[in-house]
Each structure stands twice: as C-alpha cells, then as structure tokens.
C-alpha cells in the first residue's frame, strides 16, 4: 500500500517564477492538505481540499493555489515566487471523518534563488 | 499568533531512561491532539494522537497525557532509544476548523547509548 507520494524531491526557481507541486494520497484517503515547513519551525497549514473544493484555507497570500484532482490527488501551485518561499512543502492526506490522523508526504525541499 | 508551544527546542536523554516532551496550547476549541516524529529527509510520521474527552493515551513505549485545565499536553517515551532520536511536532485540531492542523515549533530528542 503505497502511503503519500509528492514530486518533485527536490526543487530550484528564480525570484518570480512559477512552480507547481504534485501529490498523491494514501490509498484511500479523499482529503489532501498542504503545508509549509520553514527551517525550525513547525509545519504551518496552506489549504486543504476535499471533493474536489478548497476548504480551508491558512494565512497564505492568493499566489498560492491548488487543485484537487477526481482521483483525489492535488497540485501546489506558487505565483511571483518569493525569496520567502523557500522551505520544505508538505502534502498530507486523511480521510474525511473526526479521529482520523493525517499521513504525510516526505515533502518537497523548493528553493528560491 | 502561536495557538501550540514547544517551549524546549531541544532534549538529550540517555538511552533506557525516560523522555518527557511538552507542549502547550491556548485554543479551548481544540478537541484532538497529535504527535508525529520527524526525521531529516523525510515527512513527519503519526506516533499517537489523543482526544479531549481522554487524559491519557497509551501505545507501547509511547504514553500521551492530556490535562485541559492547565491547556497542556506531554508525551512520555519509556524506555527511550537511539532510534528515538528525531524532531516531535506536537500537533492540535480545532473541532469546528475540519481537518486542520496546527504544530508546534517543534522538540528534537537525542537518545544517547
């Protein structure tokens, strides 16, 4: 049973660049999440995406978007890329319901340069 | 606004003995509480997670312990070992905020032979 799975590993963009992050959940699970770690700091909550819909979403500026595929897996999208940006981008996928935990990605390490 | 604290960036424990990692919280609202171990390179794993309506929680070596009126949890590890070592986030659910997660800053534990 393959559990969350995210590409690209590793990943390097210019200031003002465009990037794209993919994930695909734990079979199944219907819900995906998106985070951000920065360096030391604990994982901070993007949006997540249920039936295809955002719904919920953390303090992050509108260059951030996503996607929600039929088959359940999502994409990442980053606008103007920041310098700020750089950090480790987590996908974490769950099943809808209370008591569920959220199984994660290992995450995709974006620099800016 | 910081809702979950891991006050102790940092704890070293000799192997055998017990670890005790804390975490604090200031949202009445949360009504689930995680922890996941992290290690580098890798996406944060699910170690044992507790609900408010429970005081403790107990999964091995692995005892949770939740106390509401002090808005506080820990997490005791017994006995530790090296394999231990990593970063534990410790992690809160709002009942009326879906699946959303917020961490704390995170502990890194090292289990010294």
């Known amino acids: 049973d393959a559990g969350v799975t995210q590409s690209p590993t590793h990943l390097i963009k210019t200031r003002g660049q465009q990037v794209t992050l993919r994930c695909s959940p734990k079979?199944?699970?219907?819900?995906v999440s998106w985070y951000q770690q920065a360096l030391g700091q604990g994982p901070q909550f993007i949006f997540q995406?249920?039936?295809?819909?955002?719904?919920q979403r953390g303090n992050f500026p509108d260059r951030f978007s996503g996607h929600q595929f039929p088959n359940y897996s999502s994409e990442l999208n980053v606008n103007a890329l920041l310098l700020g940006d750089s950090a480790l981008y987590l996908c974490?996928?769950?099943?809808?319901?209370?008591?569920?935990?959220?199984?994660f990605g290992q995450g995709t390490r974006l620099t800016v340069v | 606004d910081q809702q979950v604290k891991q006050n102790s960036p940092s704890l070293s424990v000799q192997e055998g003995r017990i670890s005790i990692l804390n975490c604090d919280y200031t949202?009445?609202?949360?009504?689930?509480f995680l922890w996941y171990k992290k290690y580098p390179a890798e996406g944060p794993t699910f170690l044992i997670s507790?609900?408010?309506?429970?005081d403790k929680n107990e999964d091995g070596r692995f005892t949770v312990f939740l106390n509401k009126s002090a808005k506080h949890l820990s997490l005791h590890i017994v006995p530790s070992q090296p394999g231990d070592s990593a970063v534990y986030f410790c992690?809160?659910?709002?009942?009326?905020?879906?699946?959303?997660?917020?961490f704390g800053q995170g502990t890194e534990l090292s289990v010294k032979p």
């Open positions: 974490a996928s769950s099943l809808e319901g209370a008591g569920t935990e959220a199984f």
């Open positions: 079979s199944g699970h219907d819900t």
């Open positions: 995406y249920y039936e295809e819909e955002e719904r």
């Open positions: 949202n009445s609202m949360f009504d689930y």
């Open positions: 507790i609900s408010s309506i429970k």
């Open positions: 992690a809160a659910r709002s009942w009326n905020q879906g699946g959303k997660l917020i």
